[in-house]
């Protein structure tokens, strides 16, 4: 990654619906140079899509909570069939396999309270492997873009 590359990542990372030749002018190149960058960016799996930023809320999902998952026994079978399973619930918005004293963190989002207790209680807790989980309500939530590089 040079600095074009980076800012090249920093400018789709602001809007990735740019076309090709606006982001080419943003950065005083020729759109073929631009286009070609671009390619080798998302062959090199730096660029791994585009997506929409949907609001949870506008979509009636507006309580959101991080659950965290503790499973026994810890074995491989365990935790790819809980991490498929989880990852296809309707509520499950990311998943995360940890290490430590958790093994999964969920970010769930719901209508409301009524559905999360729901959610905790006849979806989570009636998986055998599940032997623990803990709750916590977000109040807010900041995205911050992937740097493209540390310094």
Do not use: W
Not at 16 to 39: D, F, H, M, W, Y
Not at 111 to 126: T, V
Request: glycine fraction near 4%; proline fraction near 4%.
């Amino acid at each position: 990654m040079d600095e074009l590359d980076s800012e090249i990542v920093r400018l789709l990372q602001t809007d990735a619906r740019q076309s090709n030749r606006e982001l080419a002018r943003q950065l005083g190149i020729a759109p073929s140079t631009c286009l070609e960058r671009v390619r080798s960016l998302t062959r090199r799996g730096v660029i791994r899509g585009y997506h929409a930023d949907i609001d949870p809320a506008a979509l009636n999902r507006g309580v959101q909570a991080l659950v965290s998952v503790q499973v026994r026994p810890l074995s491989r079978a365990v935790i790819n069939s809980f991490k498929s399973s989880a990852a296809a619930m309707p509520e499950v918005l990311s998943l995360f396999v940890l290490a430590g004293g958790d093994d999964f963190l969920l970010h769930v989002a719901v209508p409301d309270l009524d559905h999360l207790h729901s959610f905790l209680l006849d979806r989570l807790s009636k998986r055998k492997e599940i032997v623990g989980f803990r709750t916590s309500m977000i109040f807010q939530q900041v995205h911050n873009a992937v740097p493209e590089r540390l310094t």
